[in-house]
T-cell receptor, first 114, second 109 residues
Framework: EAQVTQNPRYLITVTGKKLTVTCSQN?????MSWYRQDPGLGLRQIYY???????DKGDVPEGYKVSRKEKRNFPLILESPSPNQTSLYFC?????????????FGPGTRLTVT | KNQVEQSPQSLIILEGKNCTLQ??????????LRWYKQDTGRGPVSLTI?????NTKSNGRYTATLDADTKQSSLHITASQLSDSASYIC????????FGKGTHLIIQP
């Protein structure tokens, strides 16, 4: 089944404790991205990657890191999480080459930083 | 600043009724307009994708329209079902996408 998977689905952590949220897709998509969704706000892009070893900042990159060493994986790293990073996070992927390709979202990771 | 405004914020209708959700966008560059359905606690799922040259696109009981002149789009749901209860998100842009805050739709039996 074609899908985007994220782990963990739920995470409660404390301020300053480094964490990684994994994202993997099995559709051979070049383009992957991370979003956060907060109440009363639309989804906002954190980082995106056009292909392996190519990453770029989205609209709200502060406090986050990403890496793209393999085509299928795009982990999101919070080196020193803070309470304002409490949010619902989505990974997404699509084919590159056209902005009209459908984007597939993962199931989400709900992160709470205390 | 790119913006996508959706109305209403929330809507409650009876099962079997039709409804229309609205979207106004100010996005540049603009090449496509998307509608997503997001069930509570799940990731968004694509309903329609329209280019600026398209006026309408259907996906089952969902029909999206686009007026590129007035920068407005609508999503019409026909013969609503309980499973249509969800948030509907309008998205505009080109390579970069601007997401609206969504319309929360509740279908009552």
């Amino acid at each position: 089944e074609a899908q985007v998977t994220q782990n963990p689905r739920y995470l409660i952590t404390v301020t300053g404790k480094k964490l990684t949220v994994t994202c993997s897709q099995n559709m051979n998509h070049e383009y992957m991205s991370w979003y956060r969704q907060d109440p009363g706000l639309g989804l906002r892009q954190i980082y995106y990657s056009m292909n392996v070893e190519v990453t770029d900042k989205g609209d709200v990159p502060e406090g986050y890191k990403v890496s793209r060493k393999e085509k299928r994986n795009f982990p999101l790293i919070l080196e020193s999480p803070s309470p304002n990073q409490t949010s619902l996070y989505f990974c997404a992927s699509r084919l590159a080459g056209s902005v009209l390709y459908e984007q597939y979202f993962g199931p989400g990771t709900r992160l709470t930083v205390t | 600043k790119n913006q996508v405004e959706q109305s209403p914020q929330s809507l409650i209708i009876l099962e079997g009724k039709n409804c229309t959700l609205q979207c106004n966008y100010t996005v540049s560059p603009f090449s496509n307009l998307r509608w997503y359905k997001q069930d509570t606690g799940r990731g968004p799922v694509s309903l329609t994708i329209m280019t600026f040259s398209e006026n309408t696109k259907s996906n089952g009981r969902y029909t999206a329209t686009l007026d590129a002149d007035t920068k407005q789009s609508s999503l019409h749901i026909t013969a609503s079902q309980l499973s249509d209860s969800a948030s509907y998100i309008c998205v505009g842009g080109a390579d970069g996408l601007t997401f609206g805050k969504g319309t929360h739709l509740i279908i009552q039996p």
